[in-house]
């Protein structure tokens, strides 16, 4: 009889601890060979003939605090109803060629995994935070989308094989802040005015297509000395949506053109929720007595939802809505994109860390500058594992760092609603904190009327509830003293 993989249990736990636990017993790829290591290094005596020279465009990265990987930079001049935008996307596809060293490494790996502390990337480091990265003040090699808009429609494209060098590495925050305090004697804040003004157009332009507005609150690890672990709420400012519109074109736009002109490649398809969740959905609204009668099969109805739930400041139940969504996933077909209401859509914007992306760069080049009809279809069943993967590592971290925060929350009382109804019990999403648990029938509940009749409990219904288990090994927790609020609580 197999032997069930155990996750190795942490005495005195840091958040190194619990990220080095989760990359040993997910058996992830870490570090180079010395022939690769030493295959790349070599890589910074690579010319070329085919980049042209854009280093006067006062291109800007904006990114995390802790990036180094900066795959794109961004420029634009807003003009009335004239806009122009550049978007550089390192050139990974000029260092990395089909079926080299480090191709056939990034292939295995399909993508860079991100923890709260670390990176294991994709390629090795000499081309991830060096060669390829768009660092401040150096020459990169990137590939170069020059986009005309004309009262906030596309008139024309451009691809460019450029050298760039971009002038400041941003975080987002310091974005936001150049433009919020509107110094014209900062240097660049003509270059951050131009960037949120584009961004108005684009912003504008995705509610007119209707494109899902999802908010939800997000929180990240934060450490004292590792030790102390804690949860705060991520704050939501308006350069992580700048970046994500001007991304969203270029994938746009990567995708139509290789789509109309027949190319194979790799799409990002996103279909409309299976009928089977909507349903649930409507059980939900019927239940708050919200005046929506969508049958959520558009993405009119989802926004219309969302505006509703604001308005009676129920909002978290945009939880609900986000888990009624078909998962995202690469395919050699175009299906388009449901949540971002479009047509095309493919993953270009970050070779670096996505070997998706690094696909759709070389069948790009291919057609767009050498005129290469490709015959071949890139295997995706891989990369949609990977990326799987990545993410079910990304959210067990988080579950088990949240496990030792809510260590001292052993006694408090939590309000949440139900997300899942199951014969064996209720899943519980916490209201406020980021969290989940298990509430098991004829065991946890704090009576025995509501032990015998457990079918009473319904998706979306508030109740209040305790934390009674918490597993720290897997992030897993019990909890148990559930109370139903009542109606009025969801008022």
């Known amino acids: 009889m197999k032997r ?3 996750r190795k249990k942490i005495k005195e736990v840091t958040l190194s601890d619990i990220v080095e636990n989760e990359i040993k017993f997910n058996g992830l790829r870490q570090g180079f060979s010395k022939a690769l290591n030493k295959f790349s290094k070599n ?17 800007v990265t904006i990114d995390g605090e802790d990036s180094k990987d900066f795959d794109d930079a961004v420029w634009s001049e807003c003009n009335k109803k004239k806009t122009k935008i550049m978007i550089a996307i390192a050139d990974v596809s000029f260092y990395v060629e089909k079926g080299d060293l480090i191709d056939i490494e990034a292939k295995k790996r399909g993508n860079s995994f991100y923890f709260p502390n670390k990176v294991i990337p994709m390629l090795p480091e000499e081309l991830s935070n060096n060669l390829c990265s768009l660092v401040p003040k150096k020459k990169r090699k990137s590939v170069v989308l020059e986009i005309d808009l004309d009262d906030g429609k596309v008139k024309k ?9 971009s002038i400041a590495r941003l975080t987002y925050q310091e974005a936001e802040n150049i433009f919020l305090e509107k110094n014209k004697n900062n240097k660049l804040f003509s270059i951050v005015l131009n960037l949120f003004n584009t961004f108005k157009v684009l912003r504008e332009n995705s509610k007119k297509r209707n494109k899902i507005s999802f908010d939800p609150d997000e929180y990240i690890i934060q450490t004292n000395n590792e030790k102390n672990i804690n949860l705060i709420k991520k704050k939501k400012l308006e350069s992580y949506k700048l970046i994500e519109e001007f991304m969203v074109l270029a994938n746009t736009i990567v995708g139509h053109y290789l789509k109309s002109n027949n ?5 990002r398809n996103h279909e409309k929720p299976p009928s089977e969740k909507t349903r649930i959905l409507k059980e939900i609204i019927s239940q708050y007595n919200l005046n929506h009668s969508g049958l959520f099969n558009s993405q009119c109805d989802f926004n219309k939802i969302i505006e509703i739930l604001k308005e009676n400041k129920i909002s978290f139940l945009n939880d609900m809505l986000l888990r009624s969504q078909s998962k995202a996933f690469y395919g050699t077909e175009n299906k388009g994109h449901f949540g971002l209401s479009l047509d095309y859509y493919v993953h270009f914007t970050s ?14 080049i291919d057609s ?4 290469k009809k490709n015959s071949r279809i890139e295997f995706v069943d891989h990369l949609n594992t990977q990326e799987k993967k990545a993410d079910s590592i990304e959210r067990t971290i988080f ?37 989940s648990g298990l509430a098991r029938y004829n065991k946890t509940f704090s009576r025995k009327y509501e032990e015998k009749h457990e079918n009473q409990y319904k998706l979306g219904e508030i109740v209040k509830f305790k934390i009674k288990k918490i597993n720290n090994r897997n992030g897993k927790i019990l909890l148990f003293k559930v109370k139903k609020l009542g109606d009025d609580a969801k008022k």
């Open 4 to 6: 069930k993989k155990q």
């Open 43 to 59: 890589l910074k005596y690579k010319n070329s003939i085919h980049h042209s020279d854009l280093t006067n465009i006062p291109f």
């Open 157 to 165: 494209f451009k691809f460019y094989r450029a050298v760039i060098k």
């Open 263 to 267: 190319i194979k490649s790799v799409f």
């Open 351 to 364: 070779p670096i860390r996505r070997y998706s992306d690094l696909v759709v760069h070389r069948d790009l």
């Open 368 to 371: 767009y500058f050498f005129k």
């Open 399 to 435: 579950d088990v760092a949240s496990s030792y925060h809510l260590k001292k929350f052993r006694n408090h009382e939590f309000k949440g609603f139900i997300d899942s109804v199951e014969n064996f019990g209720i899943f519980i999403k916490a209201i406020n904190f980021p969290f």
